[in-house]
């Protein structure tokens, strides 16, 4: 099958989201007079992570994800001293600020937009990625970002991509590849809405054949033998 439309995911595809966070996160807990730690950054990390993943799975919602993980931060690291709320604040708008990108992203962006529409799908929080979009070069290679904030769903939601098919150029759901690096967001998610998946795996960490890939790359160059 050839495809003339990707949706592509944004952290960890496009941005260095580690990069990102911890810039973010080191300007945070700075900015509110705190030392800001290895073992801090990781301990969020973990908070951070579980969290969306029961965001995805429909457990929290995204206002309660986005104090909660800094309320278990502080009693966990900071001797619970701190206001969860202000410490989000920062934290959104230092990360909104944040737009570094993956080795070879812009080059790749670039050549694939002469073969494909190119449209973003992205599990996030308005501010965050519009500031960070903002400010980044892939933006003028896009023809559309979907928030899951503004969409009021988030993958792996077949709603989610429901939404997203209504909006672009596609109408024919064959022909659109979804392409992320997580299983349980981008490919699961391609899977509910009936679309093709193909897993960024840079580093070849998942075993393949998978029953939620039908591809996979270690690279977004190699997505232009899929035109």
């Not at 278990?72 to 990108?101: F, M, N, P, T, V």
């Not at 899951?148 to 209504?166: C, M, N, Y």
């Not at 690279?219 to 033998?225: P, R, V, Y």
Request: contains cysteine.
């Amino acid at each position: 099958m050839k495809y003339t439309t990707l949706l592509l995911d944004a952290d960890d595809t496009m941005f260095d989201f580690q990069v990102c966070e911890y810039n973010a996160l080191k300007n945070t807990i700075e900015g509110e007079g705190r030392i800001f730690t290895q073992e801090l950054f990781e301990t969020y990390d973990r908070i951070n992570s579980a969290l969306w993943r029961k965001l995805e799975l429909g457990q929290v919602t995204r206002s309660r994800m986005r104090i909660q993980r800094f309320g278990d931060l502080i009693e966990c690291c900071l001797d619970g001293q701190g206001d969860a709320e202000k410490y989000a604040d920062r934290y959104i708008h230092e990360l909104s600020l944040q737009a570094a990108l993956l080795p070879g992203t812009l080059d790749a962006v670039k050549d694939l937009s002469k073969l494909f529409d190119l449209y973003v799908i992205t599990n996030g929080l308005t501010d965050v990625q519009k500031g960070r979009f903002a400010r980044s070069p892939v933006t003028q290679y896009m023809k559309d970002i979907f928030i899951s904030d503004e969409l009021d769903a988030q993958k792996p939601d077949k709603i989610f991509f429901d939404r997203v098919l209504t909006e672009i150029r596609e109408k024919d759901p064959d022909r659109v590849l979804v392409v992320g690096d997580s299983l349980t967001s981008d490919m699961q998610g391609g899977r509910n809405a009936g679309l093709s998946t193909c897993l960024f795996d840079p580093k070849g960490k998942i075993s393949m054949p998978h029953p939620l890939c039908d591809f996979r790359i270690k690279s977004l160059t190699e997505l232009s033998a899929f035109a």
